[in-house]
Nanobody, 125 residues
Framework: QVQLVESGGGLVQAGDSLRLSCSAS????????MAWSRQAPGKDREIVVG????????HYAAGLKGRFTISRNNAQNTVYLQMNSLTPADTAVYYC??????????????????WGQGTQVTVSS
């Protein structure tokens, strides 16, 4: 089964940018919808953005399109999340996820069945 590993998190200041990467091994992600999710302390995990297998369709959580951009490189088995104008409200553990059991996708975390271990993003004010 495919395994996902996130990287690129860290401690930044408000207004800064970060680029997260999700590298897959053990199989190709080229046929799977992918997503980035986050979980802040004391809050439920939420999907922030999903992307179709081809990269041609994306779904963003409300208020994030324009600041966050998802992309994928299937040849490199990698998905990216570019985050700009970060605020303390973006502080969370960010997870990469794959939906291996279907081609349709949305912002429901229950659709995704393979998850990475997460990378911490901390934004200071």
């Amino acid at each position: 089964q495919v395994q996902l590993v996130e990287s690129g998190g860290g401690l930044v200041q408000a207004g800064d940018s970060l680029r997260l990467s999700c590298s897959a091994s053990g199989g190709t992600i080229a046929e799977y919808p992918m997503a980035w999710s986050r979980q802040a302390p004391g809050k439920d995990r939420e999907i922030v953005v999903g992307i179709s297998w081809s990269g041609g369709v994306t779904h963003y959580a409300a208020g994030l399109k324009g600041r966050f951009t998802i992309s994928r490189n299937n040849a490199q088995n990698t998905v990216y999340l570019q985050m700009n104008s970060l605020t303390p409200a973006d502080t969370a553990v960010y997870y990469c996820a794959a939906r291996t059991l279907g081609a349709d996708f949305n912002l429901d975390p229950n659709l995704y069945d393979v998850w990475g271990q997460g990378t911490q993003v901390t934004v200071s004010s």
